[in-house]
T-cell receptor, first 116, second 111 residues
Framework: NAGVTQTPKFQVLKTGQSMTLQCAQD?????MYWYRQDPGMGLRLIYY???????DKGEVPNGYNVSRLNKREFSLRLESAAPSQTSVYFC???????????????FGEGSWLTVV | EDQVTQSPEALRLQEGESSSLNCSYT??????LFWYRQDPGKGPEFLFT???AGEEKEKERLKATLTKKESFLHITAPKPEDSATYLC????????????FGSGTRLSIRP
């Protein structure tokens, strides 16, 4: 019963380095998301994927790229990390959309990223 | 453009003092409105999903209501363990998979 699993949990990067955050869900959900959360703030949508093979920009996409590798996996890449990208990153997936199905967003435990 | 605004930003209550948190939204057709609770250092925890104006849902001391423009999270006789950040999110018809969150309300309950 893993739900949404994201790795790594903690990472320190130097400015200009690149890295990929991995996310996988085992609930057969179509829609997946990447959010970032800065201290004392709500969640801001970076990118989302409505289904395998599709990705769309969210509210704050600059500096990030994503890949929906298959139905299970949705990765977030920082090509050239900047201190402004220091944040907590959450991956999420959405149960089938529509009232008849009972929508729920499931979250991973978060990835704490520090860029120095 | 879809928008979600939560108020107040922070709320301090005495134990047993009931109050309400507000989530106002602007979307082109609401598919769903979500309420989540988040404790420090943790991921958000699901509370409710509401779908249409007039709908209400309850869980222990929490009750969520929905109108065409806003949702309220009512907290009745809160306890210190209800202290957390409460997040609201909306899913719009225009892009059924896009879900955006408000900035949250930090709730603190004093014993």
């Amino acid at each position: 019963n893993a739900g949404v699993t994201q790795t790594p949990k903690f990472q320190v990067l130097k400015t200009g380095q690149s890295m990929t955050l991995q996310c996988a869900q085992d609930m057969n959900h179509n829609s997946m998301y990447w959010y970032r959360q800065d201290p004392g703030m709500g969640l801001r949508l970076i990118y989302y994927s409505a289904s395998e093979g599709t990705t769309d920009k969210g509210e704050v996409p600059n500096g990030y790229n994503v890949s929906r590798l298959n139905k299970r996996e949705f990765s977030l890449r920082l090509e050239s990390a900047a201190p402004s990208q220091t944040s907590v990153y959450f991956c999420a997936s959405l149960s089938r959309t529509g009232q008849e199905f009972g929508n729920t967003i499931y979250f991973g435990e978060g990835s704490w990223l520090t860029v120095v | 453009e879809d928008q979600v605004t939560q108020s107040p930003e922070a709320l301090r209550l005495q134990e047993g003092e009931s109050s309400s948190l507000n989530c106002s939204y602007t979307v082109s057709g609401l598919r769903g409105l979500f309420w989540y609770r988040q404790d420090p250092g943790k991921g958000p925890e699901f509370l409710f999903t509401l779908y249409s104006a007039g709908e209400e849902k309850e869980k222990e001391r929490l009750k969520a209501t929905l109108t065409k423009k806003e949702s309220f999270l009512h907290i009745t006789a809160p306890k210190p363990e209800d202290s957390a950040t409460y997040l609201c999110a909306v899913q719009a018809d225009s892009s059924a998979s896009k879900i955006i969150f408000g900035s949250g309300t930090r709730l603190s309950i004093r014993p």
